[in-house]
């Protein structure tokens, strides 16, 4: 099974890419925070890991329309192999990325939940002896 879920923010303005007057993809770089509590300082932390993400057709056109730098979004899809020649090098170039099957909004209770605050004492973040 090839599904990824993210739920993040767009970090920067979605490359909208006119392939003919059929078919278009939009590029874009989404930014996921994962929660860790460093042990050095004892305090809660976020990692963040940008992902790249192709949303073609129908999907580039609802990004171009409603998703901009700074907004949250959740994008389901597959992960998948690209590559291509570095110009100064000659060497190639392997990167992961995703291609969306579906885009949607990240409902405002979620936006509020997402938004960096310390995890209450009861939440799983908080309980370091969870048992896997």
């Not at 890419?17 to 809660?44: C, G, H, M, P």
């Not at 209450?120 to 002896?129: E, K, L, R, V």
Request: a neutral charge; aromatic letters at 8%.
């Amino acid at each position: 099974m090839n599904k990824v879920i993210l739920l993040g923010t767009v970090s920067r303005e979605p490359e909208i890419i006119e392939i003919n007057e059929n078919a278009k993809v939009a590029k874009l770089s989404v930014v996921t925070q994962e929660r860790f509590k460093n042990k050095d300082t004892d305090k809660y932390e976020n990692r963040p890991t940008f992902v790249e993400v192709d949303a073609w057709n129908g999907l580039a056109t609802f990004v171009q329309n409603n998703f901009g730098k700074g907004k949250a979004i959740i994008v389901e899809g597959k992960l998948f192999n690209d590559n291509y020649e570095d110009k100064e090098t000659g060497k190639k170039v392997y990167r992961m990325r995703v291609r969306a099957d579906k885009i949607n909004f990240v409902p405002r209770d979620s936006q509020n939940a997402s938004n960096g605050d310390v995890p209450s004492d009861n939440s799983p973040a908080a309980n370091d002896d969870i048992p896997f």
